[in-house]
């Protein structure tokens, strides 16, 4: 069975600071994507990564896919409140329709 | 509308009754997937439609839950003799075509179901 590990569950920083947040698995997957959730909101997806080693910059936010394809990253520089939000990633297995979800990092920024 | 609406957007029912949940996608997206967000947990996939199909139930959580497409349109969720755990908020998405990670996937807001 394919998991996705996201850690951290919870982070709380102060506006202006950096962060990082991690995507962790034992199996490959060929794509990851990463959405965020505002409450009330359905994800919205941010990226999809699909090569390993595979970097995208997002204005403050950078995704990068793991050399091995198991595992991805995302780095927000200078965070701000409009970054709080639940993020969630998502990897594409076998099935050209189902993704492997994780439970998400909710992230809040503090003005 | 441009994106995908569900409704309703909350739903309070009592332990034993019916439920049904819409979903209304985006215009000319041809595949719809219905979600369950537990609190604190990611999305559990249900079930998919391609067009008024849905090849796969398996994600279905038990036989009280079952799913159909109209048109190549609307879809609903219906849950049977709803119980507590069944409690979550519901997610539909849609896509243009059914193509995994090739194919965005947009979200509704999902519908929030409360089993006292």
């Known amino acids: 069975t394919q998991l996705l590990e996201q850690s951290p569950q919870f982070l709380s920083i102060q506006e202006g600071e950096n962060l990082t947040v991690y995507c962790n698995s034992s199996s490959v997957f060929s794509s990851l994507q990463w959405y965020r959730q505002e409450p009330g909101e359905g994800p919205v997806l941010l990226v999809t990564v699909v090569t390993g080693g595979e970097v995208k910059k997002l204005k403050r936010l950078t995704f990068q896919f793991g050399d091995a394809r198991k595992d991805s990253s995302l780095h927000i520089t200078a965070a701000q409140p409009g970054d709080t939000g639940l993020y969630l990633c998502?990897?594409?297995?076998?099935?050209?329709?189902?993704?492997?979800w994780g439970a998400g990092t909710k992230l809040i920024i503090k003005p | 509308g441009a994106g995908v609406s569900q409704s309703p957007s909350n739903k309070v029912t009592e332990k034993g009754k019916d439920v049904e949940l819409r979903c209304d996608p985006i215009s000319g997206h041809t595949a719809l997937y219905w979600y369950r967000q537990s609190l604190g947990q990611g999305l559990e996939f249900l079930i998919y439609f391609q067009g008024n199909s849905a090849p796969d139930k398996s994600g279905l959580p038990s036989d009280r839950f079952s799913a159909e497409r109209t048109g190549g349109s609307v879809s609903t969720l219906t849950i049977q003799r709803t119980q507590q755990e069944d409690s979550a908020v519901y997610l539909c998405?849609?896509?243009?075509?059914?193509?995994?990670?090739?194919?965005?996937?947009?979200f509704g807001p999902g519908t929030r179901l409360l089993v006292l």
């Open positions: 998502a990897g594409g297995g076998g099935s050209n329709y189902q993704l492997i």
């Open positions: 998405a849609s896509s243009l075509a059914l193509g995994g990670l090739g194919e965005t996937q947009y």
